[in-house]
């Protein structure tokens, strides 16, 4: 019954986009894109117009990082999925230790583990709505966790994992919902990877990663030391980025959309402009859940608190039926992640979303509520 009830316009926010990755694109990044059609799209990746536009990416990302010394922007094809199948091949030597505290950090740990050539992960695992903090492992020649857990709505802590001196192990940090807007100290990284459909409100397809010496130095010891599809082979994404390429044809549109985001934050005030606006939007999100009878943050420790996917957990209110009805009414995305099965609503809150949104959609929440 709720669907069919009809919330005035003046609660509803400006744009109903809330999702969690794909996430909302803003006008201004379209009309740039519009603006390059003829002279960049539909010409070839391998001159200069799009290669330029590559470029940019790549210096956009290294300035909005602050990126240390050394440190390059690689890029690959195929999003953040492609970069773990890459990663089993190019960055772990032998044996990762995982932190899983959700279905995405949980994902990386089951390629590892599927991978015939690499030996069992050691799987540290957090319960759904908690961080995951690793400890030194043996024989772990990577450390994998996620800085936001999208699934949960949960954020970890970004530093390296205390290593015995000489095992040079690699820290992978997988960024696809957090870099660019929340803080961060990349040389705790080793490789901060991420994909342009979240924070940099792009489309999908592509991934992108901050990759310390150390890291270059692994790719180019593994690359050829065992059988590596081309396409997932990590040195040929480093040898094409060195030259703004990608070894096939790439999504140009979706490079376009990006750096009209990136162009967008640096002259706002960079990373942590970016950071503020998002942890604005995650304030009125979570202080309206708190105060409110029947919904509460799903994650109950501050700290892990995501200030970019917020996770409302509902009592006494079916959360789908308000995700249906905000729907009807061209307020979209608000589901919950499927398999975690909690009668809850996640909003995605990156800074393309405006914190007055956020504001204006737990209004609406509140009005479909009292008229259930
Ligand atoms: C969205 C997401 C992914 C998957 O990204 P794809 O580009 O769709 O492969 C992986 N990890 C995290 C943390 C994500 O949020």
């Known amino acids: 019954m709720t669907d069919q009830l009809t919330i005035p316009s003046s609660l509803k926010p400006a744009d109903g986009r809330f999702g969690s990755g794909p996430s909302k694109i803003r006008p201004g990044q379209l009309d740039a894109l519009i603006a390059q059609g003829s002279s960049v799209l539909g010409t070839s990746h391998r001159q200069a117009p799009v290669r330029d536009l590559v470029g940019r990416v790549r210096s956009g990302l290294a300035r909005l990082f602050d990126l240390p010394d050394g440190y390059e922007i690689v890029i690959g094809m195929g999003g953040t999925n492609v970069f773990w199948d890459a990663a089993s ?24 583990r599927n991978a015939p050539f690499l030996g069992d992960p050691l799987v540290t695992e957090a319960a759904p709505g908690t961080s995951v903090q690793l400890r030194s492992a043996d024989g772990a020649d990577v ?19 205390a290593v015995p001196n000489g095992d040079r192990a690699l820290m992978l940090v997988d960024a696809t919902s957090a870099a660019g807007a929340i803080p961060v100290d990349v040389s705790q990284t080793d490789v901060y990877y991420f994909a342009p459909q979240k924070v940099f409100a792009s489309d999908g397809g592509l991934w992108f990663a901050a990759t310390s010496p150390a890291a270059l130095e692994r790719i180019a010891e593994l690359s050829g030391a065992r059988w590596t599809p081309t396409t997932l082979d ?20 979706t490079f376009a959309l990006m750096a009209a985001q990136l162009d967008w934050m640096l002259a706002s005030g960079g990373l942590a402009w970016a950071a503020q606006r998002s942890a604005a939007s995650s304030r009125a999100l979570y202080e309206w859940a ?20 917020g996770t409302i957990d509902f009592d006494g209110v079916d959360a789908a039926e308000v995700a249906k009805t905000l729907r009807a009414n061209g307020i979209v995305d608000t589901e919950p992640y499927r398999k975690l099965g909690r009668n809850q609503l996640r909003i995605g809150m990156y800074p393309a979303v ?3 949104d956020v504001a204006a959609l737990t209004a609406c929440i509140d009005y479909i509520v009292e008229r259930s």
């Open 89 to 112: 091949f190019g960055l772990i030597r032998d044996r990762g230790a995982f932190g899983v505290c959700g279905e995405f950090s949980g994902k990386f740990a089951t390629v590892a």
């Open 143 to 161: 450390y994998c966790w996620a800085h936001n857990e999208t699934s949960t709505g949960v954020v970890s802590r970004v530093q390296r994992v």
């Open 234 to 253: 990590l040195q040929v994404c480093v040898d094409n980025s060195r030259l703004n390429q990608t070894y096939n044809t790439p999504a140009v549109a």
């Open 290 to 309: 708190e105060r409110t009878s029947y919904t509460s943050p799903f994650v109950t420790d501050p700290a892990d608190r995501s200030p970019v996917v």
């Open 354 to 356: 405006d914190p007055a």
